[in-house]
């Protein structure tokens, strides 16, 4: 069971600080200081905390799914219903701050910042030339404005760590302290400025697929506006990405299969697997793919190919919601390219039942645990990368994440603009997005924009904090249990504020 391995990982984590992160190697250090072939591998391990962290995967994966699709009106926990009992309490909001999701993720993010930290300072201090130097900057200060962006979405105000703190200032006020949510912004906007100073543009020397861009900083900046409302600022950012002619919207139907990896409309994602080209078992976002999987309610005995294949296809977590289903529009594309319907009966014709686009077949929807999946988390163990132990490997599977792709930009844009009373803006881009969707037009009101940004962004982790920021959360999750004043964000960990002896002080309501 699911529950077995994430105790595992919480019981190893619950009690450490996070600056409680090990030594990255003086070695590389004081060779990255005068070598760029060494920081350009010190930067790497900054990269690695974006899918395997020391205390599990916390920052982007399976934690974070769990923590953001679940809480939002897309996703219900899904798998049997005694399983995962922390996963449960997030979809009904009876979570406490002892659940220990929320303190997996401030580790992660945290142990991702302190390395980051040691990366900026090892960088500052470098003599080789200074284009590499700035853009090896660019990308580690855009993965730590990125990292802290999560952090006060999902926290509010958190520690401001943006140095190396010495052994001596670890029980120090400035460590064990709230900064406020400006003071953090800020930190967010500085460092994802440098990045769009610095970084070169995807294509451009120096631009190599799979890291961070100028293009990826100007978006994730947009972003950031948005949420800060400066409406011009993300207008005007979101506006260089598109005109840079670097972007375009790809196929939605196999986007986010391993042959949609790093297309013409990712902007940044995570690397797995191929892709980071190297071995597989250090490569992969461990139950990303198979925590999200269909789940049997016994065994299969499929062959796919020649391949057989036995047992579950995944544990059956976040399993999209009827919610969700009934928010699409007759004929758009992104319904069955986003979630798995699995048919309630067997049904006629030479293969019954329900056929993946990889030739899997779920018998019926008695066979498995949950009606609905997410396609968009799925990774075929017959016809994409299998994990580095074989296909039974099903923990291990080398799915790239998608975190800002085009299209997100493009409605960025068109919110901004409507923000701006530019109607025929917002319109225009609003449009793109749907006709790719194989939809008609229709007016670029913030109202259909949202919508947009729900059905567009469905199951990747952004329509909690739509809700929250757009004011909607306290009606649209009114059902689950929100409640205003308390939930627009998750609790303080309370193994961090006993750490802190109290000092790191709770959000309202905890």
Known sequence: ????????????????????????????????????GAAEKLVGGVYNTLYFGSF???????????????ASDDADKGSFPADFGPAAE??????????????????????????????????????????????????????????YFNLVRAFGGVPKIISIIPPSEANSDAVNTRATRDEIYAVIIE????GVDNLPAKGEAGAVVGRITKGAAQGMLAKVYLYRQDWQKAFDLSKAVIESGKYSLGDYTTMFREVGANNSESIFEVQTGPHRGIDNCDAVSPLFSNGQGPRSKGAWRNN??????????GFGLNSPSADL?????????????????????????PNPGTVLWDGFRIPTQDSVENPRYSYKAYHSPFKETPSCNGYLDKDFKPKNIRILRYAEVLL??????????????ATAKLNLVRARANLGPTTGTLANIWKERRVELAMEQDRFFDLVRTGQAATVLAGKGFQTGKHEVFPIPQAQRDLSAGRLTQNPGY
């Open 325 to 349: 289903a009934n928010a699409y529009e007759p004929g758009d594309i992104r319904r069955g390219a986003t979630i798995i319907f699995i048919n309630p009966t067997v049904g006629g014709g």
């Open 1 to 36: 069971m699911l529950a077995t391995a994430v105790c595992i990982t919480a019981g190893s984590s619950c009690k450490r600080s996070f600056l409680d992160v090990p030594p990255q190697g003086q070695l590389t250090e004081e060779q990255a200081l005068i070598d760029p």
């Open 56 to 70: 599990g995967n916390n920052t982007v994966g399976f934690l974070w799914v769990i923590m953001n699709d679940v």
């Open 412 to 425: 960025i844009y068109a919110e901004a603009a409507a923000r701006l009373n530019n109607t025929g803006e």
């Open 304 to 313: 796919v190919d020649g391949k057989p294949y036995d047992g579950d296809l």
């Open 90 to 147: 997030i979809d009904n909001f009876t979570f406490n701050a002892n659940n220990f999701i929320f303190n997996n993720v401030w580790l992660g993010h945290y142990e991702a910042i302190v390395r980051a930290n040691k990366a900026i300072d090892v960088l500052n201090r470098s003599t080789f030339d200074e284009t590499t130097r700035k853009r090896l900057l660019g990308e580690v200060r855009f993965l730590r404005g990125f990292y």
């Open 191 to 194: 460092d994802l400025q440098y």
